[in-house]
């Protein structure tokens, strides 16, 4: 059964840091891209971040600069670091996991497997 959980979210202050971490199972982690997603109330999902399983990255426009992404096959762990958090980065941060492993994507629909998602918060 494919599992992804996210743990990290939280309340922080505009300013302040948060790590997120998606722990995965169910499928060979080591072949498949794995991207974080956001949806804020009212509002579509958008693309945060993705690696592929060689370690290219991409980010969306709004995140580019502050946010990082990393895997760790070892452990089947994908993080987002988030620094400098403003309170336009509040939503439910969403892990997904992309059977096509050695490109990156933005679209949601390219993605096959999704979590359950993890509340961040940003106070002014």
């Known amino acids: 059964q494919v599992q992804l959980v996210e743990s990290g979210g939280g309340l922080v202050q505009a300013g302040g840091s948060l790590r997120l971490s998606c722990v995965s199972s169910?499928?060979?982690?080591?072949?498949?891209?794995m991207g974080w997603f956001r949806q804020a109330p009212g509002k579509e999902r958008e693309f945060v971040a993705a690696?592929?399983?060689?370690?290219?990255?991409r980010y969306g426009d709004s995140v580019q600069g502050r946010f990082t992404i990393s895997r760790d096959n070892a452990k089947k762990t994908v993080s987002l670091q988030m620094n400098s958090l403003k309170p336009k980065d509040t939503a439910v941060y969403y892990c997904?996991?992309?059977?096509?492993?050695?490109?990156?994507?933005?679209?949601?629909?390219?993605?096959?497997?999704w979590g359950q998602g993890t509340l961040v918060t940003v106070s002014s």
């Open positions: 690696i592929s399983t060689w370690g290219g990255v």
């Open positions: 169910g499928f060979s982690f080591n072949a498949y891209a």
């Open positions: 997904a996991a992309r059977r096509l492993g050695s490109t990156t994507t933005s679209t949601a629909s390219d993605y096959d497997y």
